[in-house]
């Protein structure tokens, strides 16, 4: 059966059309039309999922673990169509797509045990002391409670775990927010199908039809409308640096600033000592490689960078990873817009003075193929740009002629979401000496493994600081995401009928 979308707005629970519409460019098969957003739409919406607060945000953990896991069952009651949809739109290939809607529903699923547990509110209880001198203490109790309405920005690199109902709408469900997601225009057919699935949850257990909206694009003021709604209280957003500080700058320039949690980008440097490059130099390259490669090198976890000491062992590094790239070939990225960028951070990175064109390849149209650069450890310190992520299979090696000049190319690194370390038993030394700083540097320190892939768990952190994201206390992937869209309430002296459920008795 061929899924058709009705290129329609979901808003409050009722299917809307729109005057305009914008045409999806999607990598195979038929162009759709879809309803372009509007600000009245975001007005509606934002309304709409302020008054479902009122019921939603006080709702049980045990309904919203249902309304969890209700959605992860009607996305799988939908998994041929997604998948259809999304390979179409995307280019993704089908086990791709089949992988990341199990992941989605997972999420999902987790996070509702999660927060059935109830260990994420943080419950803190001081008991009073009325005898206690100089001065008396108060009974006072705290616990998490949400926020309010969140907006969410769908991803394109991820069109169902980072999407509609991807890890920042789960999150905000689990919290007890309603959310308001604008979707990608890369994939507005498979965002169309999952808040299908999203709402038919919500139509079964009879929740206010306030607590999940969705506005597609095909008109930037949507998203700046969306992040200045008064209604609005937090954003979730993964995408570029420039767009993404854009409406970062918006939510702190509002009459009442709000938090924006950004996932921006990152180069994940690699940093390859001596000891495993001398032992494992050619598998290292090799396994580089293919992280790098990965679905077209479209990952935020994308390792572009990797620094090693100057020797022949490095060269037998950077040979064997030259020898895999070339044998990858042609792979559809997500977008004609994202196969341009890649193709001009590749023109920016091959025209820097100082850096050397090890592998080249014929990237066109929307099609990408792996590029492979050189640089010294002095040009890269002399260059911030080569520091800027490339959103594709580019790889750059950075040449050091000490561990010292090791340390110092971490010491300049912005903030990243990932950093790895490659080490065997002779480089403990310096690898004590690189942790403090990567440390501050990353979110998630890796140790020979690669970081494309990132595990839905308690102790998972996606996020690092700036411009990796734009709150480092914060994570968007794991459990631990869940308190971005919570905020301590603490109660001093109330009678246990007025306190929140999960703090009576």
């Given at each position: ?6 290129g329609?707005?979901l808003?409050?629970?009722t299917?809307?059309?729109?005057e305009?519409?914008?045409s999806?460019?999607p990598a195979s098969?038929?162009s ?5 957003g509007?600000?009245e739409?975001v007005d ?9 607060f009122w019921?939603y ?11 969890l896991?209700?959605i992860?069952?009607e996305?799988?009651a ?7 949809i999304g390979t179409?739109?995307?280019?993704l290939?089908e086990?791709?797509?089949?992988g990341?809607?199990?992941?989605t529903?997972?999420?999902l699923r987790?996070?509702a045990?999660?927060?059935?547990a109830?260990?994420?509110?943080d419950?803190r ?14 009974d006072l109790?705290m616990v ?5 309405p969140v907006?969410v920005?769908?991803?394109s ?5 980072f999407s ?6 789960a ?8 959310v308001?997601?604008k979707?990608?225009?890369a ?5 169309e199908i ?5 709402n038919?949850?919500r139509?079964?257990l ?5 607590v999940?909206?969705?506005i ?5 003021d ?9 209604d609005?209280?937090?954003?979730g ?11 970062f700058d918006l ?5 009442e ?9 990152s ?6 000592l001596?000891e ?5 130099g ?7 490689a293919g992280s790098?490669t990965?679905g077209?090198g479209?990952?935020?976890?994308n390792?572009?960078i ?11 590094f950077?040979?064997?990873a030259?020898a895999?790239l070339?044998?990858v070939g042609?792979?559809?990225?997500l977008t004609?817009?994202i196969?341009?960028?890649?193709r001009?951070?590749r023109d920016?990175?091959?025209g820097s003075s100082g850096?050397?064109?090890?592998l080249?390849?014929?990237?066109e149209?929307?099609n990408?193929?792996p590029?492979?650069f050189?640089?010294?450890g ?5 260059n ?20 010292d ?6 010491k300049s690194?912005?903030?990243q979401l990932?950093?790895t ?12 000496s690189?942790m403090?700083?990567?440390?501050r540097k990353a ?5 020979n ?7 839905v768990?308690d102790?998972m952190?996606?996020?690092?600081p700036?411009?990796a994201s734009?709150?480092?206390g914060h ?9 971005r869209?919570?905020r301590p309430?603490s109660?001093?002296?109330?009678p ?6 999960d703090?009576?008795n």
């Open positions: 059966m061929t899924f058709t979308p009705h329609k707005h808003i409050a629970g299917w809307i059309a729109g305009k519409t914008f999806s460019e098969g038929p759709h039309e879809f309803a372009v509007t600000v739409l509606r919406a934002a309304k709409a999922a302020e008054e479902a019921s945000g006080y709702s049980s953990r045990a309904d919203r673990a249902k309304f896991n209700l992860a069952d996305i799988e939908r998994a041929e169509a997604i998948t259809e179409q739109e995307t280019g290939p086990a791709r797509l089949n990341e809607r199990g992941r529903t997972g999420q987790f996070f045990s999660h927060i059935e109830g260990t994420y509110l419950v209880h001081d008991e009073a002391l009325p005898d206690r001198q100089p001065a008396p203490r108060p109790k998490q409670r949400p926020i309010g907006a920005f769908g991803a690199n991820f069109p169902l775990a509609t109902a991807g890890g920042d709408t999150a905000a469900l689990a919290a007890g927010c309603p308001v997601v979707g990608h225009s994939h507005p057919g498979t965002g999952v808040a299908e699935a999203i038919a949850a139509e079964k009879g929740l206010h039809p306030g999940f909206s969705l597609q694009g095909g008109n930037r949507v998203g700046s409308a969306l992040v200045q709604h008064p609005i209280k937090a954003v957003f993964t995408g570029s640096l420039g767009g993404g500080r854009a409406l939510c702190a320039a509002r009459p600033p709000i938090p924006f949690f950004g996932e921006l980008g180069v994940n440097p690699m940093f390859v001596p495993a490059t001398r032992a494992r050619e598998a290292l390259g090799k396994g580089w790098l990965m077209a479209q990952f935020c976890t390792p572009g990797a620094v090693v000491i100057d020797s022949p062992d490095a060269d037998t950077v040979s064997a030259k895999a070339s044998e042609p792979q559809t990225m004609d817009g196969a341009k960028a890649y001009d951070g920016r990175i091959a850096v050397e064109e090890l080249t390849s014929n990237s149209m929307r990408a193929t590029y492979l050189e640089t010294t002095e040009t890269w310190l002399a911030h740009e080569l520091g800027e992520e490339v959103f594709g299979p580019l790889g750059l090696v950075v040449r050091v002629t000490s561990e000049e090791m340390q110092t190319i971490a690194l912005v903030g990932t950093c370390i490659h080490l065997d038993d002779g480089d403990t030394a310096i690898g004590q690189l403090p700083i990567l440390e979110g998630r320190i890796l140790a493994g690669f970081p494309t892939g990132v595990e768990a102790a952190v996606h996020g690092g700036y411009p734009t709150n480092f994570t968007s992937v794991g459990t631990l995401s869940i308190r869209f919570l309430v109660y001093q002296n109330i246990d009928a007025l306190l929140p459920q703090l009576r």
